[in-house]
């Protein structure tokens, strides 16, 4: 279909639902594509965009919508759920001591620490063009897997954040009490992805499942961005939502 800019991205063949495909897709276009900031384009203008029917595309959005991560508005159109609109705090808190101050008892596991080359958003957002340190950890309570979380440092940093170090710590306690670095500010965003194949095994859901991701790229004072992270939870285990200063806020983990 001409015009449709995004049928790349669309696996007509594959095992998961079109609609499915097409409300990931506009997840990760939210906050990023200039088309996809604070409303969303027509239903129209979405059947051209990714060359399916409008069948499809209202799928797309009332699953969207389920999970507030738009707001359907009957004659005015599709919006940005307020929860995923781009948010900015000044302060920065661990998921483990989210999770702790609910009254849970987590456990933190160190499930990966190498050297690799970052994902090309990554490299943007810690301006790099060489390898980064990456983490990657699991947290458990009794009742089972809360989340992942994986965090990339730039290479500079790598040195000073020894496995044994990362395995004890988590990332905001290691640039708070041993780096003692300041925080200028931490950009938050919200959305959805899919769970990778490690992800899947830790968390014991199907790979390619539905996940909520709320990335952090931390700017310390004098250091630049020094971080960049992001949490990963099964949909319905943690409600969080973006203050009026940019503050993100934990509602509940569940």
Not at 25 to 51: N, Q, T, V, W
Not at 90 to 105: P, Q, R, V, Y
Not at 168 to 174: P, V
Request: overall charge negative; glycine content about 8%.
């Amino acid at each position: 279909m001409r015009n449709a800019v995004f049928s790349s991205a669309l696996d007509t063949n594959g095992p998961t639902p079109l609609y499915l495909q097409v409300g990931h897709h506009i997840s990760g276009l939210i906050g990023k594509d200039s088309r996809f900031m604070e409303r969303l384009p027509s239903e129209a203008e979405l059947c051209l965009m990714y060359g399916v029917s409008r069948i499809t595309i209202r799928q797309a959005l009332s699953y969207l919508a389920e999970r507030d991560v738009v707001v359907r508005q009957h004659g005015r159109g599709t919006f940005v759920g307020a929860l995923h609109r781009p948010g900015r705090q000044k302060t920065i808190h661990s998921f483990f001591e989210i999770l702790a101050g609910k009254g849970l008892s987590p456990e933190m596991t160190l499930l990966d620490y190498q050297m690799r080359r970052p994902p090309e958003e990554v490299a943007s957002a810690l301006s790099v063009n060489d390898e980064t340190l990456f983490i990657r950890r699991g947290y458990r309570s009794d009742e089972g897997p809360l989340g992942v979380t994986e965090v990339f440092y730039p290479g500079r940093l790598a040195p000073l954040v020894t496995p044994e170090l990362a395995a004890s710590l988590t990332s905001t306690a290691i640039l708070r009490d041993i780096f003692k670095f300041q925080i200028a500010h931490a950009d938050i965003s919200i959305g959805l992805s899919y769970a990778s194949p490690d992800v899947a095994q830790w968390l014991d859901v199907s790979e390619k499942s539905a996940l909520m991701r709320i990335k952090r790229v931390t700017t310390c004072l004098g250091e630049g961005v020094c971080e960049y992270s992001r949490l990963l939870v099964t949909e319905g285990t943690a409600d969080f939502r973006i203050g009026a200063d940019g503050e993100m806020l934990s509602e509940g983990v569940l």
